[in-house]
């Protein structure tokens, strides 16, 4: 008989950010480590009031089995808030997931052969690497300069024969780096050229607190490309609704086809509750209302950083999104770091898990979105503190 | 470049029930296709209250992100259910899934290589051929005698070297087939002796309406088993709730790995909501209104087809679940019938689909469950019509 397990779980592993938060779950620790939104921003009242009018108004439909491309109507909504921001849609090429995180498995398994190369960003998304890992691509990375990656890079790349370009061009998840309007032109012109796919993550595009708001490099591929968006960061992510935008109907088709084998569809209660907040209440106030704290909270970090960490060791300053990259001096390991951290209690993402070829062993992320700023000046001098004993 | 789509895509297609569904979704068809629970017995108020009752206790906590595993009281009461009905689970071995769809997904992932031998039952569950398919497996098939699958043929297939066993033992989807006891026990010794993995899927168990509850197969499983359930039939198919019992550790990391990749948890709303309403009703009195609803259904159809089809066609006798199983003399096509049924505004699902080897041409799958009597009667006296004017 053949081994128990396919040869595609050899390479991968549980995730190492989902393994440290079990280690940070004691309250004492003051935690930079995990990528949740702020809690006290979930527009709690609210969803019970849409919960109620949807048992109350449409309780069978909403406990029934439903479609799998998802509720129209919360699809028609999805549009109409991009084309308030000058992205035109048609909600038919929306298909609502179950999180973005779906769209990655849902995104691997289409496309995917075995060794097909997939272009991500040094660092890249740790969920987006587990996610593909299981179709066994080889993955191919371009660094990411301060405006976004680097395009000679990307178009070696390409020219080496890859299949798809993943990137998140806005408040990248892990480093906080945004792409430059230059930079998103190339990189379209690029994928155009090459006849490579573009996948775009978005889930934090609309948390922008500082610059202004950027086209998705997607409105300017000619030909594939798939944009995602969720409404974990600007609602909540309990839904765990997500969705991707495929104008291409023969992509379209096939994202259907594999979702329907993977959860036949998202929660219809979940689509309903959420369909039903956005018809109710001003998204677009809340939205401002978590840009506005997100946008202290990531100001206070960066001041304390300033106030608390020895010289040497440098950081991203996003724009917008829930993290932000410190580089300490070449190296230094930020998985030592963490042990001594960890007892001064403060906790952070070591960046090596973000390397698919194992360096950036002296980066670490941190998130500024799941604290206030009272913790995050107590959390930063902890950790500068740590950081200056491992520097002697 | 390579080609655009994945190799494993090119042997998938849309599921035929969901294309028929559409059509049938003209009101004046009376439709035995779909497999939808009555929404009619949806414990809608309860639901309601369960919803307003989280938003207000632990709200924040229900639209937070959550652990891959699933809700900890949750898993509690699906081990407690289990323990009334004699056995004994850890509900440290249960992995909340999104429905138990993705199951058959997750078990794909971790355990197929391209070409591993799985063995089904024939006619045998779409959804499982859809979801494994996309793992590129050879399929196996072992006939599904009165009380369960031919246990030579089962042998034969193992000796052949299969790498799992993917079954439903009670009033199977699409037959209505439950196994006996000999054969749940004769199934898993076999499974035992030539180290298989069982996966049996259980989402009708609950819904016996004749005969005696039987021990699952899983139970007499020495070795490797899963066992796979679901709240879509006994509460409510829109939340996306099933769940695994896997007991070996290496299998259920495994799973869990697979998850975090896949949606990295089923929602945490649709979960508090489902456990808020278990913990605050009388499930088991639920459960049994819609037994005897079902079996009402039942009865009437077995009645009407008595009435009203010609001789020389048979059926399944179901003591439970939601489906009967049509066999027509040999050279009939069900295809062709479903023409001229839906002209007469009557539907259901063709056999052959749930065929892997093309054959099953002369078979249909009737639902009883989302109809009521009246309907059921005047469905079957036009379905009856149909065939005797096809016979002739």
């Known amino acids: 008989m053949s081994q128990q397990f396919a040869r595609r779980m050899s390479t991968v592993h549980r995730s190492f950010i989902r393994e440290i938060l079990k280690v940070t779950a004691d309250p004492e620790i003051i935690s930079f480590a995990g990528g949740l939104p702020n809690p006290e921003l979930f527009p709690v009242p609210a969803m019970d009031k849409a919960a109620h009018e949807v048992f109350a108004n449409i309780g069978a439909t909403a406990l029934q089995y439903s479609t799998t491309e998802g509720d129209a109507g919360l699809r028609a909504i999805i549009a109409e808030r991009y ?6 849609v048609d909600p038919d090429t929306i298909l609502v997931t179950t999180g973005s995180q779906q769209i990655l498995d849902l995104g691997g398994k289409i496309f995917l052969d075995r060794g097909d190369k997939v272009v991500i960003e040094r660092p890249g998304y740790l969920g987006a690497i587990q996610a593909f890992s ?55 012109a690029l994928c155009d050229r090459y006849g490579v796919l573009f996948l775009e993550d978005d889930p934090y595009g609309e948390l922008r607190f500082l610059g202004e708001d950027l086209p998705s490099v997607f409105s300017f591929c000619k030909t594939k490309g798939l944009l995602c968006g969720s409404f974990s960061k600007i609602a909540a992510p309990g839904f765990r609704i997500g969705w991707v935008v495929a104008p291409q109907k023969d992509i379209y088709d096939k994202l259907v086809i594999a979702k329907q084998a993977a959860d036949l569809h998202t929660s219809t209660v979940a689509q309903a509750i959420m369909r039903r907040y956005l018809e109710t209440n001003d998204i677009e106030a809340h939205v401002a209302l978590i840009r506005e704290r997100y946008g202290r909270q990531r100001e206070c970090m960066v001041e304390m950083i300033g106030k608390y960490f020895p010289e040497g060791v440098t950081i ?32 952070f993402v070591p960046g090596r898990p973000f390397y698919v070829d194992g360096s950036g062993e002296n980066t670490l992320r941190l998130n500024f979105s799941n604290s206030d700023e009272a913790r995050i000046e107590e959390g930063i001098k902890r950790l500068g503190r740590s950081i200056q004993s491992f520097l002697k």
């Open 83 to 88: 084309a308030k921001r000058g992205l035109t």
């Open 134 to 188: 299981l179709f066994e691509p080889e993955f191919v990375t371009v660094s990411l300069d301060d405006d976004g990656p680097n395009l000679e890079e990307l178009e070696a790349a390409f020219k080496a024969g890859a299949k798809c370009f993943y990137a998140v061009p806005n408040f990248q998840n892990p480093s906080g780096v945004s792409y430059s309007l230059e930079k998103r032109k190339g990189v379209a």
């Open 316 to 347: 991203t300053r996003p724009e917008g999104g829930m993290f932000l990259w410190v580089t300490m001096p070449d190296g230094c390991s930020s998985m030592e770091l963490l042990d001594m951290a960890v007892r001064d209690k403060v906790a």
